[in-house]
Every structure is written in structure tokens, then in C-alpha cells.
């Protein structure tokens, strides 16, 4: 991976270029899932805008180009990872692994000593991606549709 890719904290005024990146990268879980329902492809630009107000994720970068975002916040000394979202043309360079080390990091730096976050069953390459950074699945939750929700959790101690 070049090391040209910059990696910073998510703020308020990422919300448009996170949008686009999050719609553009959650398509494909919408071709799996069969539906254009779901939450990242609905969300508005104001309901993220106030998600970002306070958020520990981050954003990487090349060339001023966002490649990648990750939102995630704190519960206590619990990180809650949500929303990987990956432009689809950059896709297995290891920007999802880069941006989940450098979340958790702020996560330690906040007090947190775990990270969770969840996936849908049948998001073969997320699950991957989540146990080959160390990600170790905890629970499944059945869902309306029939799809189970994976929960995922990792020590950042």
C-alpha cells in the first residue's frame, strides 16, 4: 500500500464527501441483500452531519480524494465501529484495514479496552476483512428479513 494515503479524524465538514463515498461503497451490500433499504443508503446529509459532531472515526485520503471512512464512538469503555465504507474501485488495497487500526487507536486513546462492530451474514469479504484484523464474532441476531446481524468484538487492550 503507498504510504501517500492520509489518515485523519472524521469532523462535521467530511459529510458530504462521506456521503457519496458511503452510498457509492454500500451499493454492492444492497445487490447481496437484495434491498435499497437499508440505513447507510437512506441516511440523510444532515443526519450524518450530526453523527460526525462527535465521532472518534476517521478518513483516508490520496491525493485529496476520500478512499475510505469509518465512524465509530465510544459506550463507556466499549469502541462502536460502524459504517466501513470503501470506494468500490480501491477496494482490497487495505484501506478497511488501515482505517479499523487507526479508529481503534483513537478508541484506546479515549479509554475504550474493546471494539465491536457488525455485519451483515452474508458480507463474506466484511467478515474476512473483520477476522483478519483480529475481529472474533460474539453473538448473530436474526433480523425481520431472515438475515442475521453478526456481532464482532476485539480486545484494543
Not at 472515526?57 to 470503501?86: N, P, Q
Amino acid at each position: 500500500m503507498p504510504d501517500d494515503i492520509d489518515i485523519r479524524a472524521i469532523a462535521p465538514e467530511d459529510a458530504g464527501e462521506t456521503l457519496t463515498l458511503q452510498r457509492a461503497a454500500f451499493v454492492q451490500e444492497a445487490l447481496i441483500y437484495d434491498s435499497v433499504q437499508m440505513p447507510p443508503l437512506i441516511q440523510s446529509l444532515e443526519e450524518l452531519r450530526a453523527e460526525l459532531v462527535e465521532n472518534l472515526g476517521c478518513v483516508a485520503r490520496e491525493s485529496g480524494r476520500m478512499l475510505g471512512a469509518v465512524r465509530a464512538r465510544a459506550d463507556g469503555d466499549l469502541l462502536l465501529i460502524g459504517r466501513i465504507a470503501i470506494a468500490p474501485d480501491v477496494q482490497g488495497r487495505g484501506i478497511g484495514s488501515r482505517l479499523l487500526e487507526a479508529v481503534e487507536k483513537r478508541g484506546r486513546e479515549a479509554g475504550c479496552r474493546e471494539a465491536e462492530l457488525f455485519t451483515g451474514s452474508l458480507s463474506e469479504a466484511n467478515l474476512r476483512l473483520y477476522e483478519r484484523t483480529g475481529y472474533r464474532e460474539t453473538t448473530r441476531v436474526d433480523g425481520d428479513d431472515g438475515i442475521e446481524q453478526v456481532f464482532l468484538r476485539k480486545s484494543l487492550a
